[in-house]
């Protein structure tokens, strides 16, 4: 081994180690068949194929592919986009940005963020930089595993629940130029804003710019407004248009 080369790895060793003293914070929630999951969905099923008297555990796993903390690749929503595995390894880890609007979606459980308030936030925290993952906070996580307060609908059956506004998306994709989205809901849009445009235009637009958004992430409470990066670690399925996704922080 060259004497660059073993100096490139040092290199490499001693920037995990350094990464193994920070904080890490796991975004992801544990899931199973009694998990919430969208509505059009079957619930997740898990079967033993052998158990430890046959020689070894083994088990079969069948669920949608949007399922649990999930990641969206563009395929899912637009034609002749990518699939999960044509996502770049480097376009999976990226520097986190917490918009944190959990009070206000406390008292209005319709919430959608706007670009006032992206703007507010930025005055307060400084611009978002090009290339960031942008997540919306607002504590709808904390309302795992019930799927009664996750789906939230009133006595009528609509569901309410906060979200992205389409303005607030394309002055983050147009004008800050961010590479990726998450949130704690199932959808990107306010459930609002669906029934008034009768799609999810926001979800749409987002997986339109050919990159992919995660959906009910969680512990966005525990994570800084900027500072903190997000790994997206996915299984590579072939084909597939998401996939449940462990998603984590390493905090500054």
């Not at 959990?102 to 459980?109: C, F, L, P, Q, Y």
């Amino acid at each position: 081994m060259t004497n660059e080369i073993r100096n490139n790895t040092n290199e490499v060793l001693r920037a995990i180690e350094q990464l193994k003293e920070k904080e890490w914070v796991d975004l992801t929630h544990a899931f199973g068949p009694d998990s919430p999951h969208f509505s059009a969905f079957e619930a997740a099923e898990f079967k033993p194929l052998f158990t430890h008297d046959d020689g070894f555990f083994a088990q079969s796993f069948t669920f949608p592919g949007q399922y649990g903390t999930h990641l969206d690749a563009p395929i899912h929503f637009v034609r002749d986009r990518r699939y999960l595995e044509d996502l770049d390894l480097k376009e999976l880890v990226l520097p986190l940005v917490v918009i944190d609007k959990s009070k206000e979606v406390a008292t209005d459980n319709d919430f959608t963020l706007s670009t006032s308030d992206i703007l507010a936030f930025e005055a307060e925290h400084g611009l978002i930089e090009a290339g960031s993952f942008v997540a919306l906070r607002t504590d709808w996580s904390k309302r795992w595993p019930d799927h009664g307060l996750f789906e939230n609908k009133d006595e009528d059956g609509n569901a309410h629940a906060p979200g992205w506004g389409l303005d607030a998306l394309k002055f983050l994709f147009e004008e800050r130029q961010i590479k990726a989205i998450g949130h704690e809901t199932f959808d990107t849009d306010s459930a609002v804003d669906y029934r008034k445009n009768g799609a999810l235009v926001g979800e749409y637009y987002v997986l339109d710019q050919d990159t992919y958004q995660i959906e009910l992430l969680t512990n966005l409470d525990k994570v800084p407004a900027k500072g903190a990066v997000i790994f997206n670690i996915v299984p590579k399925a072939k084909g597939a248009s998401g996939f449940p996704v462990r998603s984590f922080a390493l905090l500054p």
